[in-house]
Nanobody
């Protein structure tokens, strides 16, 4: 079973920034593509950003130019730097593997991001 431990969410005003972290212990992390998914209130989870084992990145259109995904293989961790946050970025953010553009069946508790004035 894979564990995902997300952190870094919180309440932020529009235009603010947050940095999310996700630690994934116990796997051959350096060989695994990873992604951040967001579940907005009343909606399904959607992939926001992904990073390959070679650190190539992709973003959902709404995240381009504002979010940056990165990884630290020595820490078995990925990060999501979110700048210029908007109310529509509100939701629970989860990290997961992203093998063949699909998440695993395992999920962490997520971290809640609320963008509101």
């Amino acid at each position: 079973q894979v564990q995902f431990v997300e952190s870094g969410g919180g309440l932020v005003q529009p235009g603010g920034s947050l940095r999310l972290s996700c630690k994934v212990p116990g796997i051959a992390f350096r060989f695994v593509a990873m992604g951040w998914q967001r579940q907005a209130p009343g909606q399904q989870r959607e992939l926001i950003a992904s990073i390959t084992d070679g650190s190539s990145t992709k973003y959902q259109d709404s995240a381009k130019g504002r979010f940056t995904i990165s990884r630290d293989n020595a820490e078995n961790s990925i990060y999501l730097q979110m700048n210029n946050l908007k109310p529509e970025d509100t939701g629970v953010y989860y990290c997961n593997t992203n093998i063949l553009n699909r998440p695993s069946a395992y999920w962490g508790q997520g971290t809640l991001v609320t963008v509101s004035s």
